[in-house]
């Protein structure tokens, strides 16, 4: 008897256990880090500038050092949040006329104006510890912007 009341009370206390999510913990259980979309944006930024430099192979010299930063921040980004990046690389493809220098030039300063935007934005808001990064980009995407003119 007392040993079907100890198997029942340690069958009960491990149901509990079970669903608790003690043993469970995954990266998708943790809420979403302030940094995520930033870095999926230098992502998305690194794959818009290999698509122009592989569709206009004359901007390739120009647009590769660029697209090479761009994977840096996201890969640092990636670091400080404590997140792999999610599988697959984003895929781009460069709109309009592709074969157009300028229309390339033209999209990919749009694209930057609005991801130096967010970088400030991003660096305004941070904690003291990720500010320096987040200033580096808004700044290298500052000088991104120069660099397609």
């Known amino acids: ?3 079907a009341g100890a198997l029942v009370a340690l069958g009960g ?6 669903g608790c ?30 698509a122009a430099a592989t569709a206009v192979p004359a901007l390739a010299e120009r647009l590769t050092p660029i ?4 994977r840096a921040h996201a890969e640092e980004l990636r670091k400080v949040i404590g997140r ?3 599988s697959g690389s984003p895929a781009a493809s460069p709109s309009g006329d592709a074969a157009d220098p300028d229309t390339v030039r033209t999209e ?3 694209a930057e104006q609005e991801g130096r935007d ?7 808001a941070a904690p003291a510890e990720r500010a320096a990064l ?5 700044a290298a995407r500052a000088t991104h912007l120069e660099a397609l003119k």
Do not use: W
């Open 84 to 86: 792999p990046a999610p």
């Open 108 to 110: 990919l300063r749009q």
């Open 21 to 50: 999510d003690l043993f469970d913990r995954d990266d998708e259980s943790r809420p979403p880090d302030p940094l995520e979309p930033l870095a999926a944006e230098a992502s998305a930024l690194e794959a818009r500038y290999r």
């Open 134 to 138: 987040l200033g580096s980009i808004a």
């Open 67 to 70: 697209a090479d930063a761009h």
């Open 1 to 3: 008897m007392l040993r």
């Open 13 to 18: 206390a491990a149901v509990p256990l079970t």
């Open 118 to 124: 967010n970088a400030a934005k991003a660096c305004a």
